[in-house]
C-alpha cells in the first residue's frame, strides 16, 4: 500500500517506520528539511530504542522515504496518515492549528479516493470537523478515518509493532476495511468503532491511566502515614484481574507529551459539554502535588535548603527518553532554583533538551560521581538502569550526608540496609535510616 505520513515526531515517524517495515511504501513528510535530511541519512531526531536501525534497514531497502514536499508526498499516496501536534493551549484545549494546516496541505493535493487517517490525539468532533474543512477545499472524493495510537515514548517501536489494540473509527466500512487491511501484517486485535468512539477511546484510556496513577500516589502518600508498603500495596491490589497491575508504580507523578495535556483537554470538552468532570481535576491536582513530594520532604529533613547541594539523578520524564516534556524534574529544579539550593544535575540522554528549558538555573553533570560529589542529599528523579544499578555504599561514600531522597523506589531493602551510613527515603514507604543518628 501506498501511504503518506505528514509529521515525523513520536508517532508519525514510528508509525511511519513500522509501516514500512511490514511491506507498505511510504513516504513521511515534514516542513523541517534538517530533519528531513538527516532521517534520509538514518538519523533519528529522537531517542528512541531501535528506531534508527529500522530506518536505516527500510530507507536502505527503498520502502521509506522523507519529502518537505507535500505534493510529493500526498499525490499518489492512497492512504494519508496525519499525524501533526496536538499542543496545549493555555486554556487546557487542544491547539489544533498544525492539523488544520494539515488538512489544507491534504486538500490541495490528495489523489481521488484516498483515505484521510488521523492518528493526531483530537478532542472528540475533530475528525467531522477536519472532513469539512478538506471538502471544502477540494472537489476531490474522499474517505476519513480516526485511528488514534496508543504507544509510549521509549518503546515506541514494540507498542506499534505488538499493539495491544489498534482502534479504527469510520462510518464509511470500505474505508475502515482498508485500513483494517493495512494494519494486518501486524497482527493485532482490531476494534472498529464509529468516528467519535474512536476518539473518545483515546482520551478515555489516557485518562484512565493518569487516575490510576494519581490513585496510587495518594495511597502511597497514606501508606507512608499508616506505616504500610506501597510495593506489597500495589502487587496485592494488581493481582486482581479487574485492577491490573500495569501503572501502579507510586513516585513523583506523570509527566511527558499526553497524560497532562490529554487529561486537561477531556476536562476542557466536558466542560464544554456541560458535564462536570471533577475526578479528573482531582486527578491534576493531585500530581502536581506529587512532583514536589521530594522537595518537601528535603524541606523538612534539612531544614534549609540554601547552598545545600542537591544532586539530581534523572530529568527525561520517563528513562529510555530524552524527552522532557511536562517532566517533574522541572517542577523540582524550579523549587529547589528558589529555595537558593545549589542543584547538580545528571542525565544519561536528556541533558540538552533540559537545558533549552532549565538553563543556567541547575549546573549540569556529565556523571553520576559527578553529581554526587560531596553532595547533600541525592534526588533520584527518574528510573534510569543505570541508577538502580548504583552501588550505594560508594554512593553515599562522596556524599557531604548521606541522603537519599528516592521518586521512584529504584532499590531494594536489602541493597540500601548493606551501606554503613545511609537516609533513605523512598515513597509510600517507611524511611530507611542505616548507622545514623536522626
Ligand atoms: C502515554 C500512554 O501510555 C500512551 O498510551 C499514549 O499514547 C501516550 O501517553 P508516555 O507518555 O510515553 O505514554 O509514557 P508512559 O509510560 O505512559 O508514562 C507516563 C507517565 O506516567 C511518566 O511520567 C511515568 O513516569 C508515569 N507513570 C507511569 C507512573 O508514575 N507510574 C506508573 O505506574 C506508570
Not at 530524552?322 to 524534574?329: K, L, Y
Not at 560529589?373 to 548504583?390: G, S, Y
Not at 561514600?397 to 548493606?418: L, T
Amino acid at each position: 500500500m501506498k501511504i503518506a505520513v505528514l509529521g515525523t515526531g513520536y508517532v508519525g515517524l514510528s508509525t511511519g517506520v513500522c509501516l514500512s517495515e511490514v511491506g507498505h511504501h511510504v513516504i513521511c513528510i515534514d516542513i523541517d528539511d534538517q530533519k528531513i535530511n538527516r532521517l534520509r541519512q538514518g538519523i533519528s531526531p529522537i531517542y528512541e530504542p531501535g528506531l534508527e536501525d529500522l530506518l536505516t534497514k527500510n530507507t536502505a531497502a527503498g520502502n521509506l522515504q522523507f519529502t518537505t514536499s507535500h505534493q510529493e508526498g500526498i499525490e499518489n499516496a492512497e492512504v494519508i496518515i496525519i499525524a501533526v501536534g496536538t499542543p496545549q493551549r493555555n486554556d487546557g484545549a487542544a491547539d489544533l492549528s498544525y492539523l488544520l494546516q494539515a488538512a489544507k496541505d491534504v486538500s490541495a493535493h490528495l489523489k481521488p479516493d484516498s483515505i484521510v487517517v488521523i492518528k493526531s490525539t483530537v478532542p472528540v468532533g475533530t475528525n467531522d470537523y477536519v472532513k469539512s474543512i478538506i471538502t471544502n477545499h477540494t472537489k476531490k472524493p474522499f474517505k476519513m478515518v480516526s485511528n488514534p495510537e496508543f504507544l509510549r515514548q521509549g518503546s515506541a517501536i514494540k507498542d506499534t509493532m505488538k499493539a495491544d489494540r489498534i482502534i479504527i473509527g469510520s462510518e464509511d466500512k470500505e474505508a475502515a476495511l482498508k485500513i483494517q487491511e493495512m494494519y494486518r501484517p501486524l497482527n493485532v486485535p482490531i476494534l472498529m468503532t464509529n468516528v467519535r468512539s474512536a476518539e473518545m477511546i483515546k482520551y478515555a484510556s489516557n485518562a484512565f491511566l493518569a487516575t490510576k496513577i494519581s490513585f496510587i500516589n495518594e495511597i502511597a502518600n497514606l501508606c507512608e502515614a499508616v506505616g504500610a508498603n506501597i510495593i506489597d500495596v500495589a502487587n496485592g491490589m494488581g493481582k486482581d484481574k479487574r485492577i491490573g497491575e500495569a501503572f501502579l508504580q507510586a513516585g513523583i507523578g506523570y509527566g511527558g507529551s499526553c497524560f497532562p495535556k490529554d487529561v486537561k483537554a477531556l476536562l476542557h470538552t466536558a466542560g464544554l459539554h456541560g458535564v462536570d468532570f471533577s475526578l479528573l481535576r482531582e486527578t491534576i491536582a493531585i500530581n502536581d502535588e506529587q512532583q514536589k513530594l521530594l522537595f518537601t520532604k528535603a524541606c523538612s529533613r534539612l531544614k534549609q535548603l540554601k547552598d545545600k547541594k542537591i544532586a539530581m539523578l534523572g530529568l527525561s520524564f520517563k528513562p529510555e527518553t530524552d524527552d522532557m516534556r511536562e517532566a517533574p524534574s522541572i517542577k523540582i529544579a524550579h523549587l529547589l532554583h528558589e529555595a537558593e539550593a545549589k542543584v547538580v544535575a545528571y542525565d544519561p540522554v536528556a541533558k540538552d533538551n533540559a537545558k533549552k528549558i532549565l538553563g543556567d538555573t541547575i549546573e549540569y553533570a556529565s556523571s553520576v560521581d559527578q553529581a554526587i560529589e560531596n553532595a547533600d542529599a541525592v534526588f533520584i528523579v527518574t528510573e534510569w538502569n543505570e541508577f538502580k544499578q548504583l552501588d550505594l555504599t560508594e554512593v553515599t561514600k562522596h556524599m557531604k550526608q548521606p541522603i537519599i531522597f528516592d521518586g521512584r523506589n529504584c532499590f531494594e531493602e536489602n541493597k540500601i540496609r548493606a551501606c554503613s551510613k545511609i537516609e533513605y527515603y523512598p515513597v509510600g514507604k517507611p524511611a530507611i535510616v542505616v548507622g545514623l543518628d536522626t
